[in-house]
């Protein structure tokens, strides 16, 4: 892996979690959609992209626990949040969408760098 995209992932991990945290607790629901629960495919692939960023910046192995961990506590955090927000609700299925983005963005990094296509330390 070139290790100067390593420190890139980590910052753009750090900003896209201070945009997450704004992004949750503004009041309003003012999210277009164009079909019924649209939020749920957004929350899956926000945390998608929060853990491809966290996988390669700490590399195909256990280094990238705490930080999935830190992000589902996070995520649920943010849920009870914005049940005391106006216009905003808890929902139980955001908190799988996230679970589920997560552990896609660790399965298909993961996948890809175990063949290393993306990781190989050579």
């Known amino acids: 892996m070139l290790v ?3 420190w890139l992932s ?4 750090i900003m896209s979690m201070i945009f997450l945290v704004h992004l949750s607790i503004i009041p309003g629901d003012n999210i277009p959609s164009t079909f019924p629960h649209l939020d749920k495919l957004y929350h899956f692939g926000y945390y998608l992209w929060l853990s491809l960023l966290w996988v390669y910046f700490a ?4 280094k990238i626990v705490p930080g999935i961990v830190f992000m589902f506590i996070i995520g649920v955090l943010l849920e009870f949040v914005q049940g005391g927000i106006p216009q905003r609700t808890f929902s139980i299925f955001d908190i799988v969408a996230n679970l589920s983005g997560l552990v896609a963005g660790v399965w298909a990094l993961s996948y890809f760098c175990h063949r290393k296509y ?3 330390d050579s």
Request: no cysteine; charged share 15%.
């Open 118 to 120: 993306i990781i190989s």
């Open 10 to 13: 980590l910052i753009l991990w």
């Open 4 to 6: 100067k995209f390593r």
């Open 59 to 62: 590399g195909p192995n256990w």
